[in-house]
C-alpha cells in the first residue's frame, strides 16, 4: 500500500462510517426479512456527475454501475475480487469495485475507464493500444485502471515491480509482457 | 505508393473500444426492460431430484418465476449440427447427471432479488454414489466409435516390427489433470423475444451454432432467430459448442414475458461450458542409435461424461508430426460422473506434452542433442494424411529459436547448471497444431459510392484480432488502405461463418473475405475500363493493377483513376457475397526454448525465458500474431505449473470453482517472451498465404518447460502439474 497518499484516501473516516451505519439501519436483520422497499436513496458521483439512485444496501458498486447508471465499461469477471476486471478508482485509489457495496461509496470521487479520456485518450489508454495490452479486451477496462493507479503510486520504477503491482488483474488471453511494456512506456510518458 | 497493407504491425481497429470500456460484450446490451436470471444448480452428482420447494422463492420480493423440471416447458435437445454435445438439456426431468447441473431457474426484476430468491429454494435430492476420479474406474476404458478427429484407433505400419527394429525404446506414463477455461467474461446471454421472434446477445464463438440450438430446441425457422456478437471476452473453447445456460435463458424469458439476461456466476463456469478433460497416456517410442523414430505407440485414456462421448483431447501430434513409419495411437473413453468436455486451447496440447515429453526422454537415452533429434525425424508431409503440407519450415524455426536462445550454451547434464542458489533448467520443443480443415465461411463485400469498402461476415472477435486482419486481407485483394475497409462481424444477419476455432478463421473467414473482394475489384475494373471518358477505357482488366485506392494501367502507374471515381460515376454500390467453401487442413509448427529457474528449498519453478520461432504461413499482422503467440506461451506457463481444477472425490464437485484455488498466470508469473516468425507464404492457403496459428505456440510451450525442470533438476515429473510439492519430493528422494 503506497506510504504517500493522504490518509482520508484510505481510512474511512467517523463520518463515513457512521454514514454507512445509517443507511445499513435500513437493512432488516435477517434477510429472509428484506422486501421491496427496502431501498436507500443513495448519491453516487462517478467521473464527475452525480448520479441519484434508489437502491437496496446490498448492491455492490460493480452493479450499481453496471446494471443502474449503465456504465458497462467496468466488467464482472468473478465478482469476489479475484480478478481484477471490476477495478475502478475511488478518491483515487484503484479498488475492486465488486467487493463494495455502493452505499459505502456515497459523497467519494468514483472514477470508471469511461472518465480517463478527455478529449483523446489517456496515455496509459495510448500505451495499452500502441503496445497490444490486451487481445479480447473484456480485463482491459481494469487493467487501465490499475496501469493509471500503478504509475500514479510511483510503482511502475521497474519491469519486475510493474508485473508485481499489476499482478491483481488476470489477463486470460495472456497479455502480460505488452501490458509491462505499456505500464513502462506510460510511466515514462507521465514522470 | 502506400506499402501493403498486409504483414504491418497494424494497431487493432477495435482497440479504441477496448481501452475506453466502449466495447459492448453479451452482458453489457442495453435492452430495456431486461431482468435477470440465476441459475440453481445440483449438489449432487448423480442421483435424482426428489422434492422442492419453491413457495419462499417464488413470493419473494421481485420475482417473476421460479422453473424447475416441473415447471419448465418442454424443449427439444439440440444436436451435433448446432454443436450441443451435451445430448440433454438440464431442468428437464428429475435426473441429476453431474455436480453444477442446473434444478431451476430464478427470474427476478434486479440481479440482487434473483440471487436472494434463489437461496431460498429448497432441494431434495435422492444421491447415488458417484465415480469421478479416472485412476480409480482405468479398468473401464474403452474405445469410443470415430469421433471429432476420427478414428479412435489408428494404425500405420507395423509397430512390433518398429520397436523390434529399435535399439533403443522408452516407455514413459503421465498424466495431465482437469482444467478450465476461464475466459475472463463468463459466458452470458440477453434473452429478447417479439412475439416468436427471438434475439440473443450471446457470448459465443460460434453465432451460427447458437442460432442452430435456439431454432432446434424451439422449433424455430431460421428468419426467426437472430445472434448478436459484437464482441466476446474470451473464449478457448468454452463458448465454441453450445451449452445449456443459452437455450433456458431463451426459454424463460419466453415464460415471463420479459427479456432476461443470465450471466453465469464464475462458479457457473466450472460446470456449466467443458473443461479440458483428465487424462493418463502411456507412450513408447523406439529409435535407432541415431534417432530415427522407428515406432511409436501412444494411448491416451481421458474422462468423458455419462451422456456423451466425445474425446477433445486429439492425439493429432503423435501420428502426423514425425517421421515414423509405424505408429499406432488409441484413444479411449472413461465414463464418469463429471460434466462434459470440451475444446480447450490448444486441444493438442496434453497429447503433445507427452510426445515431446517422451522424446526428451529419448535425447538422453540415446545421447543426441533434443534439437538434433527431432530434426533427424523432420518430415515434409503430414503423417496420418499423407498429404505433404503445403509449405512447412519448421528446420529453419529450430534452427533460428536455437541461435536466439543460446541453445549452444546449454550443458547437457542434468542438474549441471547453476545461478547461486537456484537450479537453472534449458528445455526446447516442437510446437504443432492442425490448423483449419473445417467448413468455410461466406462474406459480403460492400464497395460504396465513397470508394470504400465494408465486408461483413457472420464470424466473431475472440481477441484474434479478426475485425483488424479481415480488413487488411480485403485492403490487400481490393488495393484499398486498411482504413478505407471496415469490417462487421458479430450477426446472424450476415453471411454465415464457422466458428472462431481450431485455428480456423484465417483460412475460412479470410479465404471467404478473398473471393468475394477478388469478385468485387474484377467488377470495379470492369466498371473502369468500359467507362468511356474514364482514364481507363479500353485497357484490358487484366493490365488493370489496384492499390491504395486507386485503379491504374500495370505499367503506367500515373495513369490511374480512384475506387471513388470509378463506383461514383458507376452510379450504384458494388456489392459481392461469397459462398462458404471448405478450407483445407493445415499444420502451423514451431520450436519452443524455456529456460526455467528451480528453488531447490521451495521447490518452486519461474519461468525465466520463453524463445518461440514459429511458422504460421504468411504473417498477416505482425502485431496481432506476436500476441497469439504470448498468449499461447502464457498458456503454456499455467497449464504445466499451476492449472488443476479439483474435484471432491467422494461428492463428486468442483473444490476450486474459483481464481484463487484455480490459479492462472498472473503478470508476475510471465517472463519476457521472445517471437519470432519465419513469415513465408504456404502455397496452399486459400487466405494470402497464411495459415491458421493460433492454437500452434501454446504446444511445446508445455513440454518445454517440464524437459527444462528435469534438466534442471535430474528429476523428470510426469504428473502435471509441475507443483512445489512434487519437486521437493523429487529433489528429497534423489538425496
Redesign the interface.
Known amino acids: 500500500m503506497p506510504e504517500e497518499e493522504p490518509p482520508s484516501a484510505f481510512t474511512p473516516t467517523r463520518r463515513t462510517v457512521l454514514k454507512a451505519g445509517a443507511a445499513a439501519t435500513a437493512i432488516p436483520l435477517w434477510?429472509?426479512e428484506?422486501?421491496?422497499d427496502?431501498t436507500v436513496p443513495m448519491s453516487l458521483r462517478v467521473n464527475g456527475k452525480v448520479y441519484e439512485q434508489v437502491l437496496?444496501p446490498?448492491?455492490t458498486l460493480l452493479?450499481a454501475l453496471?446494471?443502474r447508471i449503465?456504465?458497462?465499461?467496468?466488467?464482472?469477471?468473478?465478482?469476489?475480487g479475484?480478478?481484477g476486471?471490476c477495478t475502478v478508482h475511488v478518491d483515487g485509489r484503484r479498488i475492486k469495485s465488486c467487493l463494495t457495496l455502493a452505499v459505502m461509496q456515497q459523497n467519494r470521487e468514483i472514477t470508471?475507464?469511461?472518465g480517463?479520456?478527455g478529449g483523446e485518450?489517456h496515455p496509459v489508454?495510448?500505451a495499452?493500444?500502441?503496445r497490444?495490452g490486451?487481445?479480447?479486451?473484456?480485463?482491459?477496462?481494469g487493467q487501465?485502471m490499475s496501469a493509471v493507479a500503478c504509475v500514479a503510486e510511483g510503482h511502475a520504477g521497474s519491469?519486475?515491480e510493474?508485473?508485481?503491482w499489476?499482478?491483481?488483474?488476470?489477463?486470460?488471453?495472456?497479455?502480460?509482457?505488452?501490458?509491462?511494456a505499456a505500464v513502462r512506456d506510460a510511466a515514462e510518458e507521465l514522470s | 505508393m502506400s506499402p501493403s497493407p498486409i504483414g504491418r504491425p497494424l494497431t487493432r481497429v477495435d482497440g479504441v473500444a477496448k481501452v475506453t470500456g466502449a466495447a459492448r460484450y453479451a452482458a453489457d446490451a442495453d435492452v430495456a426492460g431486461v431482468t435477470h436470471a440465476v441459475l440453481v444448480t445440483s449438489t449432487i452428482a448423480r442421483g435424482r431430484v426428489s422434492a422442492l420447494e419453491t413457495a419462499a422463492a417464488r413470493s419473494a420480493p421481485g420475482v417473476l418465476g421460479v422453473f424447475t423440471h416441473l415447471t419448465m416447458p418442454r424443449l427439444t435437445v439440440p444436436g451435433p449440427t448446432a454443436a450441443y454435445f451435451k445430448r440433454f438439456l438440464p431442468v428437464q426431468d428429475d435426473v441429476v447427471r453431474h455436480a453444477g447441473q442446473p434444478v431451476a431457474v430464478v427470474v427476478a426484476e434486479t440481479l440482487e432479488q434473483a440471487r436472494y430468491a434463489a437461496t431460498l429454494l429448497r432441494v431434495s435430492y435422492e444421491a447415488e454414489v458417484p465415480r469421478v476420479v479416472l485412476a480409480d474406474s482405468m479398468a473401464d476404458a474403452y474405445v469410443p466409435p470415430p469421433g471429432n478427429d476420427g478414428p479412435n484407433d489408428y494404425l500405420r505400419g507395423d509397430v512390433a516390427a518398429g520397436f523390434a527394429a529399435a535399439d533403443v525404446v522408452v516407455e514413459t506414463t503421465c498424466t495431465t489433470p482437469l482444467q478450465h477455461h476461464n475466459a475472463l467474461e463468463p459466458s452470458a446471454t440477453v434473452a429478447e423475444w417479439t412475439g416468436d421472434r427471438l434475439t440473443v446477445h450471446e457470448s459465443t464463438q460460434g453465432i451460427g451454432n447458437s442460432q442452430n440450438a435456439l431454432m432446434q430446441a424451439f422449433g424455430l425457422p431460421r428468419e426467426n432467430v437472430r445472434v448478436v456478437t459484437p464482441f466476446v471476452g474470451g473464449g478457448f473453447g468454452a463458448k465454441g459448442p453450445v451449452w445449456p445456460h443459452t437455450v433456458l435463458a431463451a426459454a424463460v424469458a419466453r415464460q415471463v414475458g420479459r427479456p432476461v439476461k443470465l450471466v453465469l456466476t464464475r462458479a457457473d463456469t466450472y460446470t456449466s461450458n467443458g473443461h479440458r478433460a483428465e487424462t493418463h497416456q502411456v507412450l513408447r517410442v523406439g529409435a535407432t542409435r541415431d534417432g530415427g523414430l522407428t515406432a511409436i505407440e501412444h494411448v491416451v485414456t481421458q474422462q468423458v461424461s455419462r451422456t456423451e462421448e466425445a474425446l477433445f483431447n486429439s492425439s493429432e501430434p503423435t501420428r502426423m508430426l514425425y517421421a515414423c513409419p509405424n505408429v499406432r495411437s488409441t484413444q479411449r473413453a472413461v465414463r464418469l460422473d463429471l460434466p462434459t468436455g470440451s475444446f480447450v486451447r490448444s486441444p493438442e496440447a496434453a497429447t503433445s506434452h507427452a510426445l515431446e515429453s517422451a522424446l526428451d526422454e529419448l535425447s538422453h537415452a540415446l545421447g543426441v542433442d533434443p534439437v538434433e533429434l527431432r530434426l533427424r525425424n523432420w518430415s515434409d508431409t503430414n503423417q496420418e494424411t499423407g498429404v505433404r503440407h503445403g509449405s512447412n519450415h519448421l528446420r529453419e524455426c529450430y534452427e533460428e529459436g536455437a541461435r536466439r536462445f543460446g541453445w549452444s550454451n546449454r550443458d547437457p547434464r542434468p542438474g549441471s547448471m547453476r545461478d547461486g542458489g537456484e537450479l537453472v533448467g534449458l528445455g526446447m520443443a516442437t510446437a504443432a497444431h492442425t490448423a483449419g480443415g473445417r467448413p468455410g465461411s461466406g462474406a459480403t463485400v460492400t464497395i460504396g459510392l465513397d470508394g470504400t469498402a465494408t465486408i461483413r461476415s457472420g464470424t466473431q472477435e475472440i481477441g484474434t484480432g479478426t475485425s483488424t486482419v479481415m480488413a487488411q486481407v480485403g485492403a490487400e485483394v481490393l488495393g484499398l488502405p486498411a482504413h478505407h475497409v471496415v469490417f462487421a462481424l458479430g450477426d446472424t444477419d450476415y453471411p454465415p461463418a464457422f466458428a472462431s476455432a481450431a485455428s480456423a478463421t484465417v483460412p475460412s473467414v479470410g479465404s471467404g473475405v478473398v473471393r468475394a473482394a477478388t469478385a468485387a475489384r474484377e467488377q470495379v475494373v470492369a466498371a473502369a475500363v468500359a467507362d468511356v471518358g474514364g482514364p481507363l477505357h479500353g485497357v484490358p482488366p487484366d493490365r488493370v493493377g489496384t492499390a491504395d485506392g486507386y485503379l491504374f494501367v500495370a505499367d503506367q502507374p500515373r495513369r490511374r483513376v480512384s475506387y471513388r471515381d470509378v463506383v461514383r460515376r458507376r452510379g450504384t454500390p458494388v456489392e459481392v457475397t461469397s459462398n462458404p467453401v471448405p478450407v483445407p487442413l493445415g499444420y502451423s509448427v514451431g520450436a519452443v526454448f524455456v529456460e526455467v529457474r528451480v528453488d531447490p528449498v521451495t521447490g518452486r519453478v519461474r519461468v525465466r525465458r520463453v524463445v518461440g520461432v514459429f511458422d504460421p504461413g504468411r504473417v498477416l499482422n505482425r502485431q496481432t500474431v506476436r500476441s497469439q503467440a504470448i498468449g499461447g506461451a502464457v498458456w503454456g506457463i499455467g497449464f504445466t505449473l499451476t492449472e488443476h481444477t479439483l474435484v471432491d472425490p467422494h461428492l463428486g464437485r468442483v473444490v476450486t470453482p474459483n481464481l484463487s484455488g484455480y490459479l492462472v498466470p498472473v503478470n508476475a508469473d510471465v517472463p519476457d517472451i521472445d517471437v519470432g516468425f519465419v513469415d513465408r507464404p504456404d502455397p496452399a492457403s486459400p487466405a494470402l498465404g497464411a495459415r491458421g496459428f493460433g492454437e500452434t505456440p501454446m504446444t511445446g510451450v508445455t513440454a518445454a518447460i517440464g524437459n527444462a525442470v528435469h534438466h534442471a533438476i535430474g528429476h523428470r515429473i510426469r504428473d502435471l502439474p509441475i507443483t512445489q510439492d512434487k519437486v521437493i519430493a523429487a529433489l528429497s528422494a534423489q538425496n
Open positions: 434477510p429472509r428484506a422486501s421491496a427496502s437496496e446490498r448492491v452493479d453496471r446494471e449503465g456504465l458497462t465499461g467496468t466488467k464482472k469477471g468473478c465478482d469476489r479475484e480478478c476486471a470508471t475507464v469511461e480517463l479520456a485518450l489508454q495510448a495499452f493500444l500502441r497490444d490486451f487481445q479480447c479486451g473484456f480485463c482491459t477496462p487501465v519491469d519486475d510493474i508485473r508485481e499489476m499482478s491483481g488483474n488476470l489477463c486470460r488471453c495472456g497479455c502480460y509482457p505488452n501490458i509491462v
